[in-house]
């Protein structure tokens, strides 16, 4: 398996617009998460999916954020309109549902709004 | 809710020992994780422990107590490449999905 593969690696856009970003979970997992990771917040949990479904979006800091997963093998985190404050590293990460396994992290989106 | 404390920053030479402790509050949890993360990357899951004592994988030990709420990772024969974040984390029994991360302790190894 590939891993988790995040798109794209690096974002640079102007305050104001919208931002997606993507996620390819490994095959299999039936768990989704996204994070986000500051030098002074740590790592954030945004929102998880579980069998593609919205568990626990409560992380999510805004309206401006959404999140989907339209299917098994594929979810989305959009901004919009973006905000120099959402300037972060975005990672998607995936597990099964044993409670051993540990969570497979994507390369993640370095993202910049400026 | 989860709520976890390490230190931000540790520092020891190469071929040493290091403990990097984690002390928790939970109102219930699987197990105690951790991950690698070096700088500009992205974090690497390492060990998992869900009952008490001491689970082995290489140079990298961790080690859980619930009943004192405290879990440490022990990374034995340092090298230069450990120089890097190191997270403990839990996943939460109410919540099973959703683990809870710790903010990370820098460990920085020296020659």
């Known amino acids: 398996d590939a891993g988790v593969i995040q798109s794209p690696r690096h974002e640079v856009t102007e305050m104001g617009q919208e931002v997606t970003l993507r996620c390819k979970p490994i095959?299999?997992?039936?768990?989704l998460f996204w994070y986000r990771q500051t030098m002074m917040r740590g790592l954030e949990l945004l929102i998880y999916f579980n069998n593609n479904v919205p568990i626990d979006d409560s992380g999510m800091p805004e309206d401006r954020f959404s999140a989907k997963m339209p299917n098994a093998s594929f979810s989305t985190l959009k901004i919009q309109p973006s905000e120099p404050r959402d300037s972060a590293v975005y990672f998607c990460?995936?597990?099964?549902?044993?409670?051993?396994?540990?969570?497979?992290f994507g390369s993640g989106t370095r993202l910049t709004v400026v | 809710g989860q709520s976890l404390e390490q230190p931000s920053e540790v520092t020891a030479v190469e071929g040493a020992i290091v403990q990097i402790n984690c002390t928790y509050q939970t109102s219930g949890f699987y197990g105690l994780s951790w991950y690698q993360q070096h700088d500009g990357g992205a974090p690497t899951f390492l060990s998992y422990n869900a009952l008490d004592g001491l689970e082995e994988t290489g140079r990298f030990s961790s080690f859980l107590s619930r009943s004192d709420s405290y879990g440490y990772l022990l990374l034995q024969e340092l090298q230069m490449k450990d120089s890097a974040s190191y997270f403990c984390a839990v996943r939460d029994i109410t919540n099973a999905g959703k683990s809870t991360f710790g903010d990370g302790t820098t460990l920085t190894v020296k020659p």
């Open positions: 095959s299999g997992h039936d768990y």
């Open positions: 990460a995936s597990s099964s549902t044993g409670t051993g396994s540990g969570y497979t």
